[in-house]
Structure formats: C-alpha cells, structure tokens
C-alpha cells in the first residue's frame, strides 16, 4: 500500500481483519516519510505485517525507477525505527525451506537448525550428520520475498514496460471498469512471468506488449486460489490469496486506487489442494 494513501488503503481492507491501531497508523505516516528521503526511494509501501510468537514484524518496501527491479525491505518493530533486509538468493531460500518449519518467533538473531542425516556411497555406507542453520532475519527476507514472487497483485494497466524494460507507474491509468473488475483475467501478478513464455504465436498476438508482460491471476495452479469479491457497497473490488492466508488487494474501479497488504503468520497454506 502506497504511504501516501495508507490511512485511505487500510479502510478497504478491514473486512479481512488487516488494520492497525492509531498509533501505529500515526507512526507510519511519519515515518515512512522520514524513510523516502533517507534511503532516496521514489515511493514507499506498507507492504504489511508478519505475525510472531513474541513480537510482530512491520513490513516496509521502497522502489527506485524501476517498480519491479529496483526493491529494498525494511522491518520494523515500533513502526518508527527500521532495518534493512538483505537480498533473498537462492542459497538462502534452500537453508530457509529445510531448517524453519514453525511458527516466528519474533527476534531476529534467533537461529534455527536442522540436522540432516546423510550417507556417503560405498560398500560399507557411513553416516554423515549435515546442520543447516539459519536466522531469522533471513527467513523474514525469503518469507518477503516468496509473498511477493508467488501473490502481489496490480490491475491490468496499472504499469507500463518501455522498449528498454523498465517498468514504471502508468500515469493515465484510471482504473477498471466494474465489468473489467469482475474478471480475474484484468489481475496480474507483479512479479517476473512465468506462464507468459508458454503462451502460442496466436494468444501472443493478442498481448500488447507495453501492458501485458505479466502473469494474469486466472492462470494460477490450483484454480480457485484466489477469491474475488465485491465490497463497500459493491464500490470496491477486494481479492484474498487462499495460498497465502492475510494477503488482501483492493482496487476501487474506475479510479487509479489499488494496493495490497498481508497480514499473516508469515506461512504457505499447503493444505490448498486439498480444500479445493
């Protein structure tokens, strides 16, 4: 959710539970402000909250230039001081899906570990133990990180990519219409495509290039992972990720309005498949 507009953003969203206090909503306002300029961001979003054991993470995301590329994280447990989040590699991701398996705690020097036993080939097998460990500010950053590869949401035409590939705000923008806003088809993920490649010459040429370089929503394996409804006296469009439980997306039709924010313990619903 855009800092700008964050007092107006977290009203949409209430009906799912994702709302702050007055503090917290006054030490964002002035905070996120105080952030933009420190770190020269060209914007800055409450991306949300992770929920933990002993204390709670807030969430805050500044973009450069480019919208997609150009990201940094930042968490916060006051909504006043903040701390970058390093990059989430690949390395990373691996140690994070085999050694943190429960719930946040909260503290981010906690370490987790895992042990792993492993045998070395041979006539004669011999027994390796293999630990892996890793913190949880690392865990946070991959956690960030998966939410936003797997289901950050735009309208259609909300961005724009030039012929160099940036991507970028599209400044004319004005919204959906209420029929348009009715389709999962006119959501697409804000993340790099992955089912785009796979489309034939023909459905290709269907595409406009400067508008459709993502992912649509209605794609998305399983189907019914996404739930789409009317709010606000049917004045706004609101989408809840099922795979991510606390991810919510607004977006008021036939306005520029939309932003996303999670709050959740910071897990995947692996159940997924088999509550549909």
Not at 64 to 73: S, T, V
Not at 191 to 216: C, H, Q, T, Y
Request: aromatic share 10%; hydrophobic share 35%; glycine share 8%.
């Amino acid at each position: 959710m855009d800092s700008n507009s964050l007092y107006y953003s977290l009203d949409l969203v209430a009906g799912s539970g994702c709302t702050l206090n007055v503090e917290q909503r006054t030490a964002l306002q002035t905070s996120l402000v105080i952030l933009k300029k420190n770190y020269k961001f060209h914007r800055v979003l409450f991306w949300g909250k992770i929920l933990g054991l002993k204390d709670h993470y807030f969430i805050a995301q500044g973009r450069g230039e480019d919208e997609m590329k150009d990201k940094k994280n930042l968490y916060s447990f006051n909504c006043i001081d903040w701390f970058l989040l390093p990059p989430a590699t690949e390395s990373m991701i691996d140690e994070v899906s085999r050694a943190a398996k429960t719930r946040f705690i909260g503290d981010p020097s906690y370490v987790y570990e895992h042990l792993e036993i492993r045998r070395r080939g041979g006539d004669e097998a011999e027994e390796e133990e293999v630990w892996t460990k890793v913190s949880e500010e690392s865990r946070l950053a991959v956690t960030v990180h998966q939410i936003d590869e797997e289901v950050s949401v735009v309208p259609r035409g909300a961005f724009v990519k030039s012929p160099h590939g940036l991507v970028q705000i599209n400044r004319s923008f004005g919204g959906l219409s209420h029929s348009e806003a009715g389709k999962l088809d006119n959501f697409l993920h804000f993340s790099e495509p992955k089912n785009l490649r796979k489309k034939s010459i023909l459905e290709m040429g269907k595409l406009n290039p400067a508008i459709d370089f993502l992912d649509v929503l209605s794609d998305d394996i399983p189907k019914g992972s996404w739930s789409l409804q009317f709010e606000c006296a049917s004045k706004v469009r609101v989408l809840r990720s099922v795979l991510w439980l606390g991810l919510t997306f607004y977006h008021v039709p036939m306005t520029p309005q939309h932003g996303y924010i999670y709050i959740g313990d910071g897990t995947k619903n692996l159940d997924l498949p088999f509550m549909l």
